[in-house]
């Protein structure tokens, strides 16, 4: 799974604020509103999801790489950057996880 990183979040957030709204880190936190599916009602960083994940059953929970997997040229969720699509100097702000049942 790939959510946004509550941890990456604050990082920007008490480094530069909210000056880029929705285009930013608000849309991360908030999701970008742009129709009635598009908003976030949960935040996770990874102790938290992971204690979620384990605590419904999973057994194993790590961090997985985009990098490492097929959709590498598919430029979704996984690969979310600020600024957008630094991907060799901006920040990763999704948290991705990968759980064993």
């Not at 480094?15 to 608000?26: E, H, K, M």
């Not at 430029?75 to 630094?86: A, C, K, R």
């Amino acid at each position: 799974m790939s959510v946004p990183d509550l941890a990456a979040c604050a990082k920007i957030y008490y480094g530069q604020g909210l000056a880029d709204g929705l285009n930013g880190v608000v849309g991360f936190i908030v999701g970008g509103q742009r129709d009635e599916y598009d908003f976030h009602k949960m935040i996770f960083d990874e102790p938290f999801l992971t204690a979620a994940l384990l605590q419904i059953g999973f057994s194993e929970v790590r961090r997985w790489d985009w990098r490492d997997t097929g959709h590498t040229h598919v430029d979704d969720y996984s690969q979310s950057y600020l600024p957008h699509m630094d991907k060799d100097h901006g920040l990763q702000m999704s948290l991705n996880l990968e759980a064993v049942k």
